[in-house]
């Protein structure tokens, strides 16, 4: 399988979104699961963030993060299920100007291999919104570490040069 390996060792600056009703920055392994791996790789974490899983927070929450001019990554987790509670995956469309379907696809592929037909459930979706890549993950631990192992760092720097062309 031959792979485009352009600008692969890119950094970014991210900002974490952790969106639960339950959680507290001390119980949250989701967030430890992505700061670890994603300093591992070299990208900074600029913003971690802990919200409720209420709609307008959530959009106040990326908001911010989007007008922040270091962040060039926003991967939030939790809120993607079909739920009445999951509501980051709605906050976060509308944002959205472009939406990367593959990475949903992909993810629930992947999700299929460790959940089975559970993973249709999930509603994982990336895109671009104003000029940044944002990334919307299930709250687990371990779908967190799938979609930064499998997907997003091999591919961010690739995706942050074809944002930055003209």
Known sequence: MQEHKRDQSA????????????RTPETDETG???????EEA???????????????????????????????????SGGTGIGPRD????????????????????????????LGVAS??????????KGKIVFCLP???SAMETALKEIILPSLGHMLWELGRE
């Open 11 to 22: 950094k970014a600056v991210v900002g974490l979104v952790i969106t639960s009703d339950t």
């Open 32 to 38: 430890r699961v992505a700061l670890k791996l994603l």
């Open 42 to 76: 070299g990208h900074t974490v600029a913003a971690y963030v802990m919200i409720g899983n209420e709609a307008g927070k959530i959009q106040e929450a990326l908001e911010s993060l989007l007008l922040d001019k270091r962040i060039q990554v926003i991967i939030t």
């Open 120 to 129: 249709i459930m999930s509603r994982a979706i990336a895109g671009i919104a």
């Open 87 to 114: 509501k980051t995956v709605d906050a976060a469309s509308s944002l959205l100007e472009k939406k990367i379907e593959g990475f949903g696809e992909l993810f629930r592929r992947l999700s299929y291999d460790e």
């Open 139 to 141: 709250g687990s631990s």
